[in-house]
């Protein structure tokens, strides 16, 4: 740390993102990316767009708004497109929080909260997850905060149905409730339907995941009008061209393709729970994961161990070092190849352990 700082940023916690290594070809189950290429139209839109890139992108993005608004069935003023979904988290705890508005989430969830709290000195609420890793609505009923709720969550993958999201949306009329569905593709129901009729929703989704576009880095928001607004004018005020053209019309192009994503979602969910059998059988404790990913420890071999072996192997996966979860490791679901992989060195660390 150099000595010109901000003293308000002194001691931050800075969000460390998965490995991105280079130094050799592993098979990547870390980072939650779909295994599966984009469209050729989007690569062509992207490419098309590049020719332009002298100018300046559309501030306002209005096609992939209009393009947005009718996947989901919401008007265009519903929608904000960001650079990737962090981006519209970082402007909701902006927009939504302060000296006296705290901000809840579950204790385990995405690191990203904890760290965008830090940055906007935000008071943190973490609210302890239950014994089996789910999220219990009760304990968000009234809080009189901004909750952050990922649904499905991570790295548990455990999803809410929208009965216990509109509980917390009617018992907090006063507070912003985001519901981060990174991950709501691959099996859980979308709470954007809700946000005609709660004012305090807004919904976060990005297509890092579901839609095979984590290196162009987009996302959107979809709330009522008047908090759209709040957010564009924070995005205004920081980075009115947030979303980059080749992005925004690679956005278009998939949103033109969704049928192509959608069905790539359902394969992912049925390579998951194929795959969460035959770990079953091997002896693995794994949630019911609604998300692209699986969350499994097995009783003979720690959380660190699996992790280190498998990396040796050539199988990056995701190993946390929270003590309530150091017994895990959060492994993508990768092409069937890739989980046949996975499997073969995974039968490989149990033998090895006898
Ligand atoms: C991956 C992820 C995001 C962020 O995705 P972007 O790549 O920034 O769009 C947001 N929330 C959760 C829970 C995630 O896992």
Redesign the pocket.
Known sequence: MSRFRSSRFGGIEVYVPGEQPRDKKYIKLNT?ESPYPPSPAVLSAAGGAAWNLNLYCDPTARRLRAATAEVFGVEPECVLPVN????I?DFAFMAFCDSSTAVAYPETS?G?YPVLAGLHGIEKREIPLKKDFSVDCRDYLGLGCTIVI?NPN?PTGLALGLEDIEKILRSNPDNVVVV?E??VDFGAESAIPLTKHYGNLLVTR????SHSL?GA?L?FGVACPELIADLTAIKDCTNPYNVNAMTQAAGVAAFEDNGIYMSNCRAVAETRDKTASELRALGFELTDSKANFLFLRHPAVSGGELYARLREKGILVRHFSKPSIEDYNRVTVGSPDEMEAFISAVKEVLHEKG
């Open positions: 939650n990737g979904s962090d981006e988290l995405y990203f990922a991570a981060d990174a991950y990005t297509f890092s995941k984590a880095r996302g």
